[in-house]
């Protein structure tokens, strides 16, 4: 294993008092229990958003503290969900009076213990859950469909609404909103190294991908031969579209998202290439995001989500936000 | 069942998942996200550092001490399982005033029962319940059927072996590992395994004492 | 090899289309000659500033071409510097009458191509030479030192006098002021792989990373055994402090860079880690800048580089920028 | 020297590099940036792609056409001083009356000037000047000495591969080479190798014909 770190149980705690010192300006980060929040207090009446999750997915969520985003983000170890604890002394400190909104992306770790803490709280909150990912079956017999990179996107969407004085309730219907119109799938060249595991998470040969790999490096549909860029792009958009159904002329919001080992090139050539096939489905990409948001660790690879956008959405999307990660208007 | 005999096998369960920490690694590595095993090892450090803050407290206080710490300190499935399932116990009734094989039966069915709420998956569906819900089943009825408690706690034992394994073979519908659907098979669930192996360690520690 | 591409030949320029059309509002693209500009015309009496270079370093350059930083980019092939008609056509685009300032990385390549491009101009222009590479020797026998990740913070500065009015002797005075100000020095734990070679520039034992290596894979100063993340950053801040002599209490930018292939959470606890030594030293850290800027493909690796900052150059890294990979204020 | 024997030679040329390919790769790869080869078998690509826009132009226009092509489609250092040493050639004294082997030293040593004056690098720095000044310099004291044709051409050979392998032992001080130091020697230079055969394949290719 090849990381710039000290120790694997330090690992965590140094990246985030980096993090905390690299943007002051933006965010506190808060240790024993771990949280991140914005640099100024939430103003009154404003619904507090927090997420959280395992660590491993920087900048998510971290990255998105801060104006039009999130209010706070709850880091657990890399790749295991956070804990109650976390979550409460988050929302203690964020909660302005008009409630919480927990972002949970779909695992069952992180839904339980999202779960408990609510459970705990004493103010109003609801939670969000993300289930983007086409890659896996929605069916009845299943937890259903793991969050991943949408997750970025309801964030920023959800994040205007609240900043813009929507209401706790208003703001989980949009979230649920902004979930239902998403879709997403990736794919992997490479596994990701945990810190303390020290080894990879999976084996994959020279020529192989993981064809709908998970964010923690979990087995996707299949391991495949790898494919040209074209390829791979349309087989993700198939299955993409396959699930959302974006009618012809139907706006779109078009995300490239990188693994974190996948450099930037890349990430612009999927962007051609899906534009290429969505194109000639006369789907109109709207707006565009494309950069490492949702990532891996290390690992090599590549989602593309889809966002179906009306109005509304795109007028959050597009409101201004001031984040580490993403920033635009201000 | 004693705060002492809580802590004494904390650290037999430690000499256990450690000798047996690559192959739980392994499992979740598979089927998983590959955490599982650093969540148990860490959960079960946090129990045993916290002996001598718990050691002379009364029983509830102190299995709600290490709820709390597994609670806030694993993360993951397993962090709120395990710990849904000690917050649990720690309600059982009347226990400050000593718990008997048949009360810590009692509270341990109650637990399970708890987490099986909790993560809304019952036997048959590849977790940890696979495990967890034949045990109690077992130790309840051994104390129905008034059995002697030697003989419960071995045919717990031979139970949870055979849940552990009967995993291997079942598609997942709860956890990271029902994302897989057909690929998960053949792979036994890590939170079944390390399950197993603490009520093992747990089950022997009282045959031997 | 595994990369998202379809073909060599094309790698480039389908990732150049998607880049263009990602950031339709920011880029035009243009082709054969290759070369990126604002999507808006350069004001008039504005100094234009082009910079260029091999691709394999995005988003350098291209990705930071727009309001407050490039007037125009001009990217070669995969770690071939471009040549002067890109610049020619370039400089022909976005010359407003105010001249043109090159900013050149000093590589004889890019330099010489750059120095035929302003031979043959006709309008007045300037060039800056960015050598913040500590890594290599400055002696007079030797083309000197290589310029790296500091020609992003030379861009940036730079770019906030021309949009201010600076005239072109003050940028390419400011530019030549920052790149002397400035210190860089990286290290790779994995090779980066050329397209069209297909395989990795260089082997790289498990337990090896190369030490002051070059922004195109080369070597550097030694190669060496892996160390821990504080152990790697207190070495690369020596032999930039030895080089810049920052004074106790002197003002710096502190600036991590990844090379493609190492996440975020990795930078961020360099940071950390390099936050501890200079504060150590009593050099403040007045501004910092965290993420991949001057990459090397899909290598793994960082650089750290410092700016000493006054009040001029603050100023200008403070004002308003809005590129694809940069943007803050606006 | 035809426009025709151009276009053959860049021939020959791409021949001999692409059965070098790997090699030269090679060198690049241990003391620069890898990329040598693609440049240059890009740019005889693009030449022998001019053939029907400049096989019955003038050899003035024929020669700038090429280095034009050589200057806008190679880039790195190879492309600027390839670049050059062809606009120098074009502008060669009364080329287009036809160009003997006399008048094709002249320009060649016309051309190996510029490039110096582009790169500012001398015999002994580790860049292709290492090949281009002493051949230049043979060619010229072979017409001096009025030596025969064949003789000058066989010594060029000679001496471009002697001074090929100068390379190796040398520190760079030109080039990407240069930022290695000591880790530069044991190494020949990529320019200077694929120089050498350029220079071999077409002094070979007049001696055969
Ligand atoms: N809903 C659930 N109910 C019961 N057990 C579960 C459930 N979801 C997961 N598990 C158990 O948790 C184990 C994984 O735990 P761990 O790896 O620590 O957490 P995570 O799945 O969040 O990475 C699985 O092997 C399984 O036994
Ligand atoms: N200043 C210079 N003068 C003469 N030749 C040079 C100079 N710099 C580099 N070279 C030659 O160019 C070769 C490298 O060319 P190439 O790899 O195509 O470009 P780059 O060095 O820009 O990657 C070197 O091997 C060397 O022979
Ligand atoms: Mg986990
Ligand atoms: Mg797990
Ligand atoms: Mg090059
Ligand atoms: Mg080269």
């Not at chain 1, 690299?22 to 009154?44: G, L, S």
């Not at chain 1, 990255?63 to 170890?77: E, I, K, N, T």
């Not at chain 2, 226990?95 to 009360?103: A, L």
Request: a negative charge; one cysteine or more.
């Amino acid at each position: 294993m090849k990381k710039f770190m000290n120790s694997a149980d330090d690992f965590l705690k140094e990246s985030l008092q980096g993090f905390g010192a690299a943007h002051q300006d933006i965010v506190n980060c808060h240790y024993d229990p771990n949280f991140i929040t914005r640099a100024t207090p939430t103003k009154e009446g404003k619904v507090a958003l927090i997420s959280g999750g395992g660590s491993g997915h920087e900048p998510m969520h971290g990255g998105l503290v801060g104006y039009g985003m999130l209010d706070a983000a709850c880091p657990g170890f890399v790749f295991s969900s956070p804990t109650p604890d976390q979550m409460l002394a988050a929302a203690e400190k964020v909660d302005s009076g008009a409630g919480v909104l927990f972002i949970v992306k779909n695992y069952s770790g992180d839904v339980m213990n999202f779960q408990m803490a609510a459970e705990m709280m004493q103010g109003p909150n609801e939670s969000v859950l993300t289930n983007d990912d086409v890659a896996v079956e929605d069916s009845s017999f299943t937890t259903g469909r793991r969050g991943v990179a949408a997750t970025v996107v309801v964030e920023k969407i959800v994040g205007s609404l609240a900043e813009h004085g929507g209401s706790l309730q208003e703001c989980k219907a949009l979230g649920d909103k902004v979930n239902k119109n998403s879709g997403s799938m990736g794919v992997a060249f490479s596994s990701c190294t945990v810190p303390a595991a020290g080894k990879p998470n999976f084996d994959i040969g020279d020529d192989e991908m993981e064809f709908g790999v998970g964010i923690h490096g979990e087995p996707g549909r299949r391991r495949d031969k790898m494919k040209s860029a074209q390829e791979i792009t349309n087989e993700l958009l198939e299955a993409i579209n396959e699930d959302l159904k974006p009618e012809a002329n139907e706006e779109i919001l078009l995300f490239v998202n990188g693994m974190g080992g996948t450099p930037l090139t890349e990430l612009y050539l999927i962007y051609d290439n899906a534009k290429n096939m969505l194109d000639k489905k006369n789907i109109k990409i709207s707006r565009s995001l494309v950069g490492n948001y949702c990532t891996s660790l290390e690992m090599q690879g590549a989602s593309i989500t889809l966002t179906k956008l009306d109005e509304e959405l795109l007028k959050h999307w597009d409101s201004s936000v001031h984040t580490a990660a993403m920033r635009w208007g201000v | 069942m004693s705060v002492n005999f809580l802590i004494h096998s904390a650290k037999e369960i430690q000499a256990v998942i450690d000798a047996n920490a690559s192959e739980i690694e392994k499992l979740d590595q598979e089927i998983g996200d590959g955490d599982h095993i650093f969540n148990v090892q860490r959960g079960i450090k946090l129990v045993i550092e916290l002996e001598a803050v718990i050691k002379d407290l009364p029983m509830s206080k102190a299995l709600n001490q290490i709820a709390m710490k597994v609670l806030s300190g694993i993360g993951g499935s397993s962090g709120a399982l395990f710990g849904t399932l000690f917050m649990t116990m720690a309600k059982g009734n009347d226990i400050d005033n000593g718990v008997d094989y048949k009360k810590a039966i009692e509270i341990f069915a109650d637990g399970v029962e708890a987490v099986k709420q909790r993560g809304k998956a019952d036997v048959g569906e590849k977790t940890m319940m696979d495990v967890l819900i034949p045990v109690s089943n077992c130790l309840k009825k051994g104390v129905e059927d008034n059995k002697d408690v030697k003989e419960i706690l071995k045919e717990a034992i031979e139970v949870a072996e055979k849940a552990m394994f009967s995993t291997k073979d079942l598609l997942a519908t709860k956890g990271r590992a029902s994302f897989l659907g057909e690929r998960a098979k053949g792979h036994i669930d890590p939170g079944a395994r390390s399950s197993q192996l603490m009520i093992k360690t747990v089950c022997e520690s009282v045959l031997n004492s």
